[in-house]
């Protein structure tokens, strides 16, 4: 059931008048909107669908549904092919070191978020750590010791 909302049902909270954000990743449009969207012919996605270039999320009844991103996607691959001549094995290639260059920088960022927890972490905290010789080196806080 859907319900009406009134004028009087307005959200007054600070939260309800932010403009409301938008998942660049919601699988909203079906193949045609995509493909306008993107310049192309619908059987131009179905192709790079096939490809792996772009692939879609897909409804129950197997139906493309393509985000915003990917409908971006669409319009780097043919940039990439049209206007610079790279074939599709190439911009298979591009895409795929372009993926593997955002995964390796969000794992920099989760690395310098866990080192500045470790930074700012207790000083009482020590990590004892034995060394194959049978010294023992004790890190409290921020300095590492030799204790024997």
Do not use: C
Not at 60 to 78: H, T
Not at 82 to 109: F, M, T, Y
Not at 110 to 136: D, M, N, P, Q, Y
Request: a positive charge; proline letters at 5%.
């Amino acid at each position: 059931m859907m319900v009406k909302r009134r004028p009087d049902d307005v959200d007054d909270s600070p939260a309800g008048r932010l403009p409301q954000r938008f998942d660049p990743d919601a699988p909203l449009f079906v193949i045609s909107t995509a493909a306008r969207l993107a310049g192309m012919h619908p059987q131009t996605l179905r192709t790079y669908d096939r490809l792996g270039l772009v692939v879609p999320k897909r409804t129950a009844g197997r139906g493309r549904r393509y985000s915003q991103r990917d409908i971006e996607k669409l319009r780097l691959v043919q940039f990439l092919s049209q206007d610079e001549g790279i074939n599709l094995i190439g911009v298979q290639h591009i895409l795929r070191l372009q993926s593997e260059v955002e995964r390796l920088q969000a794992q920099v960022v989760a690395l310098k978020e866990e080192i500045r927890g470790l930074r700012t972490a207790s000083t009482s905290r020590r990590v004892f750590v034995a060394t194959s010789t049978g010294g023992i080196w004790v890190r409290t806080g921020r300095t590492l010791e030799l204790m024997s």
